[in-house]
């Protein structure tokens, strides 16, 4: 065989399994945006840029989480360019265009912390920008903020609490059997390196996606628990989403075809480099804020119960807002307009 037909068949090869579902490159996020990419060290960072018309007052950067995409904030981001704010919104490592490193390391909130500041200081230079974040992308927000405190004039989290760096490390199956976050056993699952041969594929990774965005199956039974995580019997049973219906959900499992479920699910996967990473946050005074901070519980979030907050005012020097919506964890999307308020609200009082 001659060379270039050898590079063309592993071309061909290489677009074939790439593949996407009709369309999905050329689905409408409704929303006025540029896609941009930064390279940052070996990662390539994928993320949404929206404008506002005139000079922007801020800029607010939003931090999905774990199964979702920088489209994640598609409610948020519009409301927020309507207000006047500029808007970045990064697919995290791992997920959807950016990219999916193979070493565990790289997905530590140290690492990615990095890379984030790295990105935000290219985005807006010499600007101290309103930082938030869902899920997975809450944690990260304060994380982020303990170690690059200068980069923000303010901090907000939708659904996850903050839980401050510990001087012992307890893994979570000890943690759930000692009954402290049992609702957090789905996370066993999850980090489970089998669970990605489990999900394999537009098929699975659809069915995962509407489990976890509250499928059900003609019974009433769900496909995901806090307590267990994915119910694989009912996996294949599931009705479509009430909340990610046909097209977006088309859209979501070409995004997460890309990288495969192993990047999203690394960050259940380092704990342990997280603990040892952040021991000198552990330090006295190291793990307050000094920023004002933004809390929005979800009051039917199951694995992120509101209660979970009780005492974070603690932590913040500059004080602490908490908002509160009736919703499940997808409180982005469920009381869309309501968390958006709130976030314009909040933002409008900061410096
Ligand atoms: C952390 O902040 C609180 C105020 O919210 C304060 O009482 C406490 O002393 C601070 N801790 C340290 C170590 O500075
Ligand atoms: C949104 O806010 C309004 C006004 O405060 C409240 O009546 C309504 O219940 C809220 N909806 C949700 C989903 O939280």
Do not use: A, C
């Given at each position: 065989m001659r060379l270039w037909t050898l590079i063309a068949l592993v071309g061909h090869l290489l677009i074939a399994c790439n593949a996407l579902p009709a369309g999905a490159d050329s689905f409408d996020l409704g929303f006025e945006h540029t896609r941009n990419y930064e390279k940052i060290g070996c990662n390539t960072y994928h993320y949404l840029l929206s404008k506002p018309?005139?000079?922007?007052?801020g800029t607010v950067v939003l931090l999905h989480g774990?199964?979702?995409?920088?489209?994640?904030?598609r409610y948020q981001i519009p409301y927020l360019t309507s207000i006047g704010y500029q808007v970045v919104a990064p697919d995290m490592l791992g997920y959807g265009r950016t990219n999916a490193p193979l070493s565990l390391r790289k997905y530590s909130l140290r690492s990615m912390s990095d890379d984030l500041v790295e990105l935000i200081q290219r985005v807006a230079p010499n600007e101290q920008v309103i930082l938030g974040g869902h899920d997975w992308g809450g944690a990260m927000v304060y994380r982020v903020a303990l170690w690059h405190p200068d980069v923000f004039k303010g901090i907000f989290s939708v659904c996850t609490p903050y839980f401050p760096p510990v001087t012992e490390y307890v893994d979570l199956e000890d943690q759930i059997e000692a009954g402290?976050?049992?609702?957090?056993?789905?996370q066993l699952q999850l980090r489970k390196p089998s669970t990605d041969l489990r999900l394999r594929g537009a098929t699975k990774i659809r069915q995962m996606l509407t489990a976890l965005y509250g499928g059900r199956t003609p019974?009433?039974?769900?496909?995901?628990?806090?307590?267990?995580?994915?119910i694989w019997d009912n996996l294949p049973d599931l009705g479509p989403s009430p909340l990610v219906p046909g097209q977006l959900m088309d859209y979501y499992v070409s995004e997460y075809l890309k990288n495969t479920v192993r990047g999203p699910l690394n960050w259940y996967r380092t704990a342990k480099i997280n603990f040892y990473e952040e021991?000198?946050?552990?330090?006295?005074?190291?793990?307050?804020?000094?920023m004002p901070g933004l809390y929005i519980g979800a009051t039917q979030d199951t694995a992120l119960p509101p209660e979970m907050s009780v005492g974070m005012e603690e932590y913040f020097e500059q004080g602490l807002t908490r908002g509160e919506v009736?919703?499940?964890?997808w409180a982005l999307w469920q009381a869309a307009q309501n968390v958006s308020q709130i976030i314009g609200d909040w933002a409008s009082t900061l410096p």
């Open positions: 018309s005139g000079t922007p007052k774990f199964p979702d995409l920088s489209f994640g904030w402290i976050t049992p609702t957090f056993g789905y019974d009433g039974e769900m496909g995901f628990d806090s307590y267990t995580g994915l021991l000198p946050l552990t330090q006295p005074g190291k793990s307050n804020f000094t009736v919703s499940s964890h």
